[in-house]
């Protein structure tokens, strides 16, 4: 059996690497000059000599939550970590009601190892940080981040809530322009990218899900950057890996599966689709059509980030906030101070945002990132993949397909999803190769 794989994100990296366990010949095509995909980092070396490292594309890892699926793997590994807290700041000059975890008391007691957040301290915290305009305006903005502080809690458990956009959602349950504007449509544009707009079409039940994950902590960071977590992966089989080799087509000819690139046509029993579903939709234009017509109706977006060292985008507040959600003349934008990670506090941070005309100064790099937007339709095809995979010869894996691991759980975009979709994906074709072995978890693979 020959494998062809498009995309090195963790998704196809795990594919391939359950794959390359069980002697499965396969290659694996990532149209950049790395893998990864959104996990990707920049190591920093500071005039001290020290070094630090700076993630472009994902950031926190939470593994008691979000990350369940991929601890198992990341313990194996031993890949280095490091805990932190997440302090953020909001301003919109527009309300004038700034917002900071900063300025309540409440967050100098979290210490990451023994304090989780509770939705009363939030509430308190709420109210506190919120003591600013007039007192009309900061009741009704710290109750209405209160109220769906607890009714989050409601929501991830109904089922009626499930491809019920934000817009719907906030306007059925009365909730003001000022709470969306100054407060969640900043959290979603800085998860998922995109703007306000496109915020709005959000399904609520999945913004709810990490809207709870992110009340939890303890957070961590990888010493070493995600991009440990890829490498980690496939660290003994690069010679399977086809860099900076775009697929063009893929075509279905019998019971063969070609893949072309500019230089060469490649040919293949079974092919993992671990792209996202606007590239995948692209290139299957030539295959059967009840194996492709799912990748219809996503909605995607290219967010640009800009690594810099312009102090001038942070907030100007005494005590400097890891986050800064930003609404000026500039844009809006999320900036993250990533120099506070390390001992030295150097000056450098990642920017992103809708509307940024001009970038910062002191600029050291730009990246672009193709993301899929949680609309809608996500949670229905999310599940449905289970259904068709292997139709046809083609396997779907990535951030978009969802296997859970216990009830009622919602799909989510997060990195553990695709990490587990590669590893269900890769371990049913070694199925077919060896029907008297089963993996269980990715832990059982070799690092």
């Known amino acids: 059996m020959r494998v062809g794989i498009v995309g090195g994100g963790i998704g196809g990296l795990t594919a391939g690497k359950v794959l390359h366990e069980n002697k499965i010949d396969f290659t694996l095509f990532e149209k950049e000059h790395q893998i990864g995909g959104h996990a990707i980092s920049e190591k920093i070396t500071l005039p001290s000599g020290s070094e630090f490292y700076i993630d472009l594309g994902v950031f926190m890892y939470i593994p008691k939550y979000t990350h369940k699926k991929i ?20 301003s919109n000059p527009s309300y004038g009601i700034p917002l900071s975890s900063l300025s309540s008391p409440l967050y100098y007691t979290h210490k990451p190892s023994y304090f989780s957040r509770s939705f009363l301290t939030d509430t308190l915290a709420n109210f506190y940080t919120s003591l600013q305009g007039s007192y009309s305006e900061t009741f009704e ?32 349950y009365n909730f003001s322009r000022r709470f969306l504007d100054n407060y969640l449509l900043p959290f979603i544009c800085c998860w998922w990218g995109g703007t306000a707009k496109e915020a709005l079409d959000s399904d609520i ?7 709870q994950i992110w009340t939890k902590i303890p957070y961590f960071i990888f010493s070493r950057g995600w991009q440990s977590l890829p490498l980690s992966i496939a660290n003994n089989f690069g010679d399977k890996l086809h860099l900076n080799t775009p697929a063009k087509k893929v075509i279905k000819r019998k019971n063969k599966i070609v893949i072309e690139t500019e230089k060469k046509s490649y040919e293949f029993d079974h092919l993992i689709m671990a792209a996202p579903p606007g590239i995948a939709q692209k290139l ?22 800009y690594l810099h060292q312009d102090e001038s985008w942070m907030p100007r507040t005494g005590h400097q906030p890891l986050l800064s959600f930003m609404q000026n003349k500039r844009g809006k934008y999320t900036t993250f101070w990533f120099g506070k990670f390390h001992p030295e506090r150097p000056k450098y941070y990642l920017t992103w ?44 894996c990535g951030a978009h397909v969802f296997y859970p691991k216990q009830a009622n759980e919602i799909p989510s975009l997060w990195h553990g999803d695709a990490m587990y ?15 008297e072995k089963t993996y269980r978890s990715l832990g059982e693979t070799t690092c």
């Not at 039940?205 to 809207?211: A, G, K």
């Not at 299957?284 to 980030?305: A, C, K, M, N, Q």
């Open 71 to 90: 601890d198992a793997w990341v313990k194996k590994c031993k890949l280095e970590q490091q805990e932190t807290i997440i302090d953020h700041y909001f």
């Open 141 to 172: 903005y710290s109750y209405e981040r209160t109220k769906f502080a607890f009714m989050a809690m409601w929501i991830v458990r109904s089922p009626n809530f499930a491809g019920m956009s934000v817009a719907h959602f906030s306007k059925t």
């Open 205 to 211: 039940q999945i913004i709810c899900d990490s809207f």
């Open 284 to 305: 299957l234009t030539h295959f059967p059509s009840d194996s492709t017509s799912i990748l219809d109706g996503y909605e995607h977006t290219t967010t640009r980030v």
């Open 353 to 396: 945002g809708e509307g940024i005309k001009k970038p910062p100064k002191d600029l050291l790099l730009t990246q672009d990132f193709y993301r899929i937007l949680p609309n809608c339709i996500f949670q229905e095809r999310a599940k449905r993949y289970r259904s068709i995979q292997g139709r046809n010869q083609l396997w779907y």
């Open 421 to 435: 979709s590669g590893f269900k994906v890769g371990a049913k074709l070694a199925k077919l190769c060896y029907p």
